[in-house]
Structures are given as C-alpha cells and as structure tokens.
C-alpha cells in the first residue's frame, strides 16, 4: 500500500480508503476521492508542496500532508477520467 | 416565487445568474468568488417580472457544513425553503458536479437542472442523451451555454413550469447499484426511525437520514434525538460499516458515485480530452514551472503595478490634475467677474471643487489596477497563484487560498474582507482580515502620490514601493506574532480545484469596472463633498463665525491642536495633518483633499521635513482602515467591539512603526 503523497509525477493509483479528521476526509470524498477511484499525480507546485491530481476528469490541488491521509494502489494505468474503464483493467 | 440558484464552483453560476435576470454582478473564476447572496429577478424580454426572484448562493461542492458557504447555502435552502431549486452542472466535468445534484435532489424541493457548458462538450466530440438523464436522475435537464445565453428561454419556461406544479424530485434513492444494499437499508431504517423528528423540524427526512448515516454533527444536533435513538442508529451505522467494508462517511460517498458513474456510462458520450483541458495543461506547464512559476507571478504583479501606477493609470492621472486644475482656475475666474462673494467662491473653488478634484484624478489609476485584479481573478490565474503560493503561506499559518483576498486587497479592503468567506476555517479568515488592511489600498495611492511627489521629487515612484513592501513585511510580521500568540495550531487543509483558464467575459469586465468607476464618483461627490465643504467651513470661520484672516484662529485649527500632540513624536504634529488623518477614516481619498484644502496657496511644504514625511506616509498606509473597511471586518468577525479593537489595534501599531522609522530616519537626514 502506498500513500498518495508518496506518488511521484506522471504515477497514478487507485484510492483504497481515506483517512484523516472527520470534516477534512468528508471534504474529501465530497470532492470525488471514493474508494476504488483512479487519481494519477500531473504536476508539482514550484515549492514542491501541494501536488496536483487528476481525477474524474478535473484538476484538484492538494498539500502532501492532507494527500497522506489517502491509501492507495500504485497502478501502472493512466488516468482517462474513467474509473470504471480503468478498473475493469486493473482487475 | 423564489427560485435558488445552485452549483459547484467554476460552474458558470455567475453568468446563468446575469443571464437569468440582467442583473450586473462580478463573475469571478476563482473557487467561490460570490460571497454574499445576490437576489435578482427574472428577465422576461426586456422588463422584469419581480414576481420571480431569483437567489444565487454561493458555490459549493456538498452540502456538507465543510466551508462556511456550504453552511450558508444548506442553511438557505433548509430555513429559507425556496420554490424551487435551480441546480447549475458543468456537463465538461459532469461527475462531480452531479454529487451536489444528488444531494439537492434529496430535499424534496422542486428542481430543475441546467446542463452549462453544453457548447464545449459538442465542440469537443461528446454528447450528451438529455432525456435519458432526465429519467434516470427524475428532475428535468435543460442544456444550456451561459456564456452564449444559448438554452436560456428554454430553460426559463421548463423551471417556471415546474415550480409552478411543484414537481417535486421522482427518483430520491440513489441506492441501485449492484452491492450496496447496506446503503440502502441503514438509510431506510434510520429514515423511519427519524421520521417525527424530521416531520417536527419541517425537513426532508430522506436528506435528514443520509445526513445522519454520513455522521453530520450539525444534523444529529438539529433533529434533537434521544440518547436512545442515537446509540441505535450508532448500532446501524456499525453494521452498515461491517457488511460494506468502509465506515458510512465513506459508504455514502461511494453510493452516490457510483450512482453517478452509472447515469453518466449510459447518457455520455464522453468527448476526447477537451480543447480547454490541453490549453490550460500547457499554459500551467509555463506558469506554475518549477523555477519559472514564482518569478513570472512576481513579473506579472511587477507588470500590473508599473502599467496601473505608471504606464496608464499614473499618466491618464496626470492628464486628469491639469485638466481639472484648468478647470477650477476656469471656474474661479468666471466667478470673479461675476462678482461673487469671496467666501462664497472660497468655499466653491477651495472647498467642494479642489477637494473633488484632487481625488477625482486618481480614478484611472484606481480602474486600471481593479481591470487587472479581475483579469487574473476572472481568467483563472489567482487559483495558480494560490497553488504556487500556498507553501509559502503556510509559513506564517496560512493556507494559499488566504492569497487571493489579500491581492484584492490592493485593490480595496471591503472586497477582499468579504472573500475571506471562501476560506474554511475561522481561523484563517480572521487572520487573514487582520492582514488585509497591511496590502495599501488603491484609496491610498493618492496620498502616497500626492506627498511622495512634491516632498520626493525624482523619487516618487521608488518612495510608493517603498510603502507597498513595507506593508507586506509588516503583515509577515504581525502574521508571525498572531500565529505564536493568537491563532496557534495549523491552518486548514488545502484541498482545490484548479479550473480552466477561460476568457474573461468583455461585457462583465467591463460592467464591473463601471460600477467601481460610479461607486468611486459616488463616494467623491458625497463622503468627499461634504468632508471638504464641512472642513472648509470649520477653517475658514472662528468659533464667533467670523471669517478668519488666518485659519490658525479658525475652529477647526482649535480642535485639531488639542489632539495633534500625539504626533509631536513622529514629526507631524501640526493641526492641519491631524485633521487630514482624521478625514482619513471617513475614506483615504480624503487625507489628500483636505491637505489641498488647508494648505492652499502655500503648499505641504511648510508641515514636514524629508524624514516627517516619509513618517507621514508610513503612519497613513498603516494606521485604522476607513469606516466601511471597519463594517466589513465588523460584519465578518460578526462582533462590533472586535471591529473597532482593530481599528484601535492597527492604529497602534502604526503609530509605534512610524515612530520607530522617523527616529531612525534622523540620525540621517532631517
């Protein structure tokens, strides 16, 4: 299991549970990050903290302390935008 | 009627919102730039029909109480109970907009879906099968393109409709997908088991129960449960947490996505990566780059700065002061040959016209910096400059998103006090309004050209950004102090949505610069009008109402005298600059008039020495905001003691810095 901080640039997983406080994982799977949801890491900030991820088919910005609380699946896939196409091949 | 206006961020609220009733309001790209509700009512051709109103809430992804306007929007639409509901979806990012619609869905309100950006997903190869989404989401779907005010009649005629026969939501379980029965029936039990509660608080109990299953603290409170209903329902929520493997924050979370996957596999074609997508892909390759992002943010400011107070609105300005300069000469040589009374000339040229005119000819300055404020802001930009910003914010117990109102800020303190709304935490949005007033104003920019030109000629423009860095650092500094001793702990999450960069709309760029230029005029020919005529009056005439020979024997010099002291140890203890300073709480602008006022004829020469001055201009860009800044903060901090032990506080403080650069400034120069 890797977290999703731990991601590098162009890698992409899927979500397998969300952790943290209450309202902060709340507004996290408010924002589309459910389990099983691929996110692939795009881009960096200048600073190196927060990362940019993709996923269902927008851009979300969030720092590597928050991303921490997100388990996921490093996957050798490429984030379409489509989790349920994307799943069917990871399984 | 009433009818709310709904939808994610980014979503094209906004423009639906002008489109929908021609109302002309700031639309604003960065997450959640609509900070207080606007009512407007529905256009119908070219008149209004004020029998339908319509409310734009903010914007909001949940209607969980995550962000301030996620409580005022739930709170709305719970206590205010609208008619209907309009619910705004961007059909180019369809998934997780449809999350809030399943939620509204919920409240067993009429609602009407509008499916924006209907023109980029056609343009980029998809579709959409409207019909189909309308059955299997059980509320009308109407596309539209807000931008083009394409679909807008439609859409009218389908929410009137609908509100009319109050048709309510047809599909209210969201709960059909394969192995999620656990869902479904924690959220039917727990419904039943809340049923009176929800009957006696007049809500939806279906919203009520999904609210309860996601552990909602603000719902359980509100439904006022026994203890025994509530260690069930914990019973519940711990079954459901075992039989789907994910506690129930997470399970409905899940449910409803899953819910949307499915409505979106059988009604989207979904189109290739879309036009918009790459163009903002490789814009931010440039601007958010690892070693060129921060130095092309500086750049851009620099830019903004040189072309609003140099390049276009410094010159504009001083073509403005000849004109209106001729103009009050024109004006007092007509009067002379007229035969007028002196004092009655006195008090039209000295008094009302020079005091107008001397803040008048600020107003290019001010409307070019308020263009590019809201180029970078309508465009998309401050969202990158809250990214690439944040890590550094975070330093003095900020977040990125705390970046945006304090750039507004420079612009004007009312505005960027109210966009601290969009921060969610209370923490930071105090925070970050007790630092907004350290970002000078653009109220301000007349008294630092004003002084800085005729006491520091030839260096005028190095002397202005002198005071805008110094206010930065001591903003750094006061950041630091709060942080250590006021707001301890750390700042919120920094969790958001980095939109497309899109065009700013002609027409609404354009609008919200009128608007800024007449409450600019406004607020000269009132607050500045009648500071300037109730000033000259106090100067020109002495307690006996005797026109004074000198205005040193004038009332207004009597009163100022008494105070003025206090700025005997900062080197500008003279009547004149204390009324100055004063006029400056009713706005800014008034500091520079009234200086022109009172020493007409001879100059400012005469009140302060090189280092005084610079104390001056360094007491004024820090000292209270004006009066409608401190009803702001007020409003915000939601307490009138507080508002004004800021205004007290800040006024300390500079002070103290005043006192602190003037001593050192002596052992330099005079």
């Given at each position: 299991?890797?977290?999703?901080?731990?991601?590098?640039?162009?890698?992409?997983?899927?979500?397998?549970?969300?952790?943290?406080?209450?309202?902060?994982?709340?507004?996290?799977?408010?924002?589309?990050?459910?389990?099983?949801?691929?996110?692939?890491?795009?881009?960096?900030?200048?600073?190196?903290?927060?990362?940019?991820?993709?996923l269902r088919g927008y851009r979300l910005t969030i720092r590597l302390d928050d991303a921490s609380n997100i388990e996921v699946m490093k996957e050798k896939i490429v984030c379409n935008g489509n989790c349920r196409e994307c799943l069917k091949k990871v399984k | 009627m009433i009818i709310a206006l709904a939808g994610n961020q980014n979503c094209g609220k906004t423009t639906l919102f002008n489109a929908l009733t021609g109302s002309n309001q700031h639309v604003g790209n960065f997450p959640g730039v609509t900070v207080e509700q606007k009512i407007g009512s529905l256009k119908e051709g070219k008149k209004s029909n004020s029998d339908i109103k319509i409310v734009d809430l903010p914007g909001i992804y949940s209607l969980s109480p995550y962000t301030n306007e996620e409580i005022v929007s739930?709170?709305?639409?719970?206590?205010?109970?609208?008619?209907?509901?309009?619910?705004?979806?961007?059909?180019?990012?369809?998934?997780?907009?449809?999350?809030l619609s399943l939620q509204l869905a919920e409240l067993g309100i009429p609602m009407v879906i509008a499916l924006n950006m209907m023109d980029e997903v056609r343009e980029n190869g998809g579709s959409i099968d409207i019909e189909l989404m309308s059955k299997l989401l059980g509320v009308p779907v109407v596309p539209i393109s807000a931008a083009k005010e394409d679909g807008i009649e439609e859409l009218k005629s389908v929410f009137v409709k609908t509100f009319e026969n109050k048709i309510k939501p047809q599909v209210v379980d969201f709960c059909n997908s394969d192995d999620q029965g656990g869902v479904h029936r924690a959220i039917h039990?727990?419904?039943?088991?809340?049923?009176?509660?929800?009957?006696?608080?007049?809500?939806?109990?279906?919203?009520?129960?999904?609210?309860?299953?996601?552990?909602?603290?603000?719902?359980?409170?509100?439904?006022?449960?026994?203890?025994?209903?509530?260690?069930?329902?914990?019973?519940?929520?711990?079954?459901?947490?075992?039989?789907?493997?994910?506690?129930?924050?997470?399970?409905?979370?899940?449910?409803?996505?899953?819910?949307?996957?499915?409505?979106?596999?059988?009604?989207?074609?979904?189109?290739?990566?879309?036009?918009?997508?790459?163009?903002?892909?490789?814009?931010?390759?440039?601007?958010?780059?690892?070693?060129?992002?921060?130095?092309?943010?500086?750049?851009?400011?620099?830019?903004?700065?040189?072309?609003?107070?140099?390049?276009?609105?410094?010159?504009?300005?001083?073509?403005?002061?000849?004109?209106?300069?001729?103009?009050?000469?024109?004006?007092?040589?007509?009067?002379?040959?007229?035969?007028?009374?002196?004092?009655?000339?006195?008090?039209?040229?000295?008094?009302?016209?020079?005091?107008?005119?001397?803040?008048?000819?600020?107003?290019?300055?001010?409307?070019?910096?308020?263009?590019?404020?809201?180029?970078?802001?309508?465009?998309?930009?401050?969202?990158?400059?809250?990214?690439?910003?944040?890590?550094?914010?975070?330093?003095?117990?900020?977040?990125?998103?705390?970046?945006?109102?304090?750039?507004?800020?420079?612009?004007?303190?009312?505005?960027?006090?109210?966009?601290t709304r969009t921060l969610s935490s209370e923490r930071d949005k105090r925070m970050t309004i007790i630092l907004i007033p350290f970002m000078s104003c653009t109220a301000k920019l007349p008294i630092y050209g004003y002084i800085a030109s005729i006491m520091f000629p030839g260096i005028s423009g190095l002397i202005t950004l002198s005071l805008y860095v110094l206010g930065i650092v001591l903003a750094v500094v006061m950041a630091l102090v709060l942080k250590k001793f006021v707001y301890k702990g750390k700042s919120v999450p920094f969790v958001m949505e980095l939109p497309n960069y899109r065009i700013p709309g002609f027409k609404t760029t354009l609008l919200l610069l009128y608007d800024k230029a007449k409450d600019f005029i406004v607020k000269a020919f009132t607050i500045i009008f009648t500071a300037s005529v109730v000033i000259w009056f106090f100067k020109t005439f002495d307690i006996r109402f005797n026109v004074v020979s000198d205005t040193e024997y004038s009332i207004l010099a009597n009163i100022a005298k008494f105070i003025a002291p206090i700025f005997n140890p900062l080197g500008f203890g003279s009547w004149k600059t204390t009324t100055a300073l004063i006029s400056g709480f009713m706005a800014k602008e008034a500091v520079v008039s009234i200086l022109d006022v009172l020493t007409m004829g001879e100059g400012i020469n005469g009140l302060f020495t090189t280092a005084s001055a610079y104390a001056f201009l360094v007491f004024t860009s820090l000292y209270t905001p004006c009066v409608a800044a401190v009803a702001a903060i007020r409003n915000e901090f939601g307490s009138k003691r507080k508002g004004l032990l800021i205004a007290v506080l800040q006024s300390v403080y500079a002070w103290t810095v005043a006192f602190i650069i003037y001593r050192i400034l002596l052992m330099f120069i005079v």
């Open positions: 299991m890797t977290k999703l901080s731990e991601l590098k640039v162009g890698e992409s997983g899927v979500i397998v549970s969300v952790n943290g406080d209450k309202s902060l994982r709340g507004h996290l799977l408010d924002m589309g990050l459910t389990p099983n949801t691929c996110v692939r890491v795009s881009a960096m900030a200048p600073m190196g903290d927060p990362i940019e991820i993709n | 739930r709170d709305y639409i719970i206590r205010e109970k609208p008619d209907g509901i309009l619910n705004i979806v961007d059909a180019s990012n369809i998934e997780r907009n449809l999350y039990s727990i419904m039943h088991m809340i049923e009176d509660h929800a009957k006696d608080k007049n809500i939806s109990r279906r919203f009520a129960a999904t609210k309860v299953v996601e552990g909602d603290d603000t719902m359980i409170d509100f439904l006022k449960l026994s203890a025994n209903e509530i260690e069930t329902i914990e019973h519940t929520l711990i079954e459901l947490t075992s039989e789907v493997g994910m506690d129930s924050q997470a399970a409905i979370a899940d449910m409803r996505y899953r819910f949307i996957e499915n409505v979106v596999s059988q009604t989207v074609i979904k189109q290739k990566e879309s036009k918009q997508h790459k163009i903002s892909v490789t814009i931010d390759k440039v601007l958010t780059h690892k070693y060129f992002g921060i130095p092309l943010f500086l750049a851009i400011m620099g830019l903004v700065f040189y072309l609003s107070f140099d390049l276009i609105g410094g010159n504009l300005t001083s073509v403005f002061e000849i004109a209106i300069d001729n103009m009050i000469t024109t004006v007092r040589e007509g009067l002379i040959q007229f035969e007028m009374n002196p004092v009655m000339i006195s008090l039209i040229c000295d008094g009302a016209l020079s005091g107008i005119g001397s803040v008048l000819s600020f107003l290019p300055t001010i409307l070019v910096l308020f263009l590019f404020l809201s180029l970078m802001e309508d465009s998309g930009y401050m969202a990158r400059v809250a990214y690439v910003m944040d890590k550094a914010l975070r330093k003095i117990g900020l977040s990125g998103k705390s970046f945006v109102p304090m750039l507004v800020g420079f612009g004007c303190s009312v505005p960027a006090v109210m966009a």
